[in-house]
């Protein structure tokens, strides 16, 4: 017996998702992207960009929860994952808060050039 092995017969760290679950997430990311298509082609003004980058980010968290097995994984792991996203989503913020500040200037020069 290896150090490895365990009573279930898999190792410590390893987890075996049920294919229905995967299918299931697979038909909710299919799901997703026809509604990403969808949205992409309406006008919500300035929420647009907010739109697009929710479908993505569960998108995203969908895939890194059940293909890449997060879910499953130590809580530590998660904690590290949502503290990732939250400055992610914090430097976005502050980025699109940033360009509407110059949004004038750039119209008034992208006016002028011939």
Do not use: C
């Not at 150090?3 to 294919?19: L, N, Q, R, W």
């Not at 914090?90 to 940033?98: P, R, V």
């Amino acid at each position: 017996m290896s150090k490895h092995d365990t009573a279930s017969g898999h190792g410590p760290g390893e987890h075996i998702s049920p294919v229905s679950a995967l299918v299931g997430v697979w038909g909710v990311l299919v799901v997703l992207t026809v509604i990403t298509v969808w949205t992409a082609r309406q006008d919500f003004g300035p929420l647009n960009l907010w739109v697009a980058l929710g479908i993505a980010t569960t998108k995203a968290a969908l895939v890194v929860l059940y293909f890449m097995h997060l879910r499953y994984d130590r809580p530590f792991n998660a904690i590290v994952f949502v503290i990732g996203i939250l400055f992610v989503g914090l430097f976005i913020g502050i980025t699109l808060i940033d360009t509407t500040e110059y949004q004038p200037t750039i119209r008034a020069i992208g006016a002028s050039v011939p």
